[in-house]
């Protein structure tokens, strides 16, 4: 039985696909976006975050550390990120949880049994999402759609596309609908942003189209970032795009309003985030982007999601 390496167990969500749903959170990414929502996810080794408020200083850590690599000071607890070894001693040693562990291991098997504890709120429409990271960055992400398919539950894949074009057809075959991530149309721009150019991203799309277009559901999810994403050129060129693709392929386009809620997870890290204060899209910003992308057609259900501020907020 295969393993994979876990962050999160999310329950009873909303966003991450249709009707309420399980969302379980995965180690691992390819890209290094440098407006990553969820920092700890992008290294495959366990990691450990910090928070603060809800230390006690009662100094009980560094002693558990292995590599002596944890220590305590004036501001409270330092650790050494590169002589970490995710091993999660020290988390163990903290009675309040002001350590907390990032990356455990879980067995394929057990792991789905654990994610449809819930399956009774799923109604006709949830089900079980797998998201990041990268979702298939990790190989045993097929064997636990497997299983999660013989056990009849509705399944859903996030996956930003960079990942070997094997590992995603397999996934396809145990898979009812890909979420999958379109952030940047030009190359050049992506590589600066991500990483990565996104050469590797498209072709993978036009594989997730042609199994949309035969049967499955997919649906393509655009970031909204403030200077970064959030450009008519780039939108209209991703509009172009998904408009070559199999007529009906696509069942929506949805545009994701950026939020600056994970810059406590940076802090937990030790890391600085150039987006930290960035503020919420307007609701008008928002719908302009809307309307630019529903101009090119590409999709009959183009929309915009998630939390912005209001002209009185402004």
């Not at 390819?30 to 992008?42: G, K, M, T, V, Y």
Request: with cysteine; glycine share 10%; aromatic share 6%.
């Amino acid at each position: 039985m295969s393993t994979v390496t876990i962050l999160d167990i999310q329950r009873m969500s909303s966003e991450d696909g249709p009707g309420l749903r399980t969302t379980v959170f995965l180690k691992g990414c390819p890209l290094a976006c440098r407006w990553c929502h969820n920092p700890e996810s992008i290294a495959l080794q366990g990691q450990v975050l910090w928070h603060p408020a809800r230390c006690i200083g009662c100094k009980s850590c560094p002693a558990a550390c292995p590599r002596m690599g944890l220590h305590f000071g004036e501001d409270g607890v330092t650790i050494e990120r590169p002589r970490c070894l995710g091993c999660f001693a020290c988390c163990e040693a903290c009675p309040t949880g002001a350590l907390e562990p990032k990356g455990r291991a879980w067995d394929c098997g057990k792991l789905c049994r654990e994610l449809l504890k819930d399956r009774a709120y799923f109604g006709p429409e949830g089900g079980v999402t797998i998201s990041g990271g990268e979702a298939l960055m990790q190989e045993g992400t097929v064997e636990l759609l497997r299983l999660l398919k013989e056990q009849g539950a509705q399944t859903a894949l996030d996956t930003c596309g960079l990942v070997p074009e094997d590992r995603l057809s397999r996934a396809l075959e145990h898979t009812d609908l890909v979420l999958y991530d379109v952030k940047i149309a030009d190359s050049a721009a992506h590589k600066e942003w991500t990483g990565v150019g996104n050469e590797k991203i498209l072709e993978n799309l036009r594989r997730a189209a042609d199994w949309a277009a035969a049967g499955g559901r997919l649906w393509v999810r655009t970031p909204m970032i403030p200077g970064a994403t959030d450009t008519e050129e780039n939108i209209t060129a991703i509009g172009a795009i998904l408009a070559a693709l199999p007529k009906g392929a696509i069942e929506r386009w949805e545009l994701c309003a950026f939020n600056n809620l994970c810059a406590s997870k940076y802090e937990s890290l030790g890391q600085r985030w150039e987006f930290a204060a960035a503020p919420l899209m307007a609701r008008e910003r928002m719908e302009a982007l809307a309307a630019v992308a529903q101009a090119t057609n590409a999709c009959e259900d183009t929309r915009w999601t998630g939390a912005v501020r209001t002209a009185a907020q402004n």
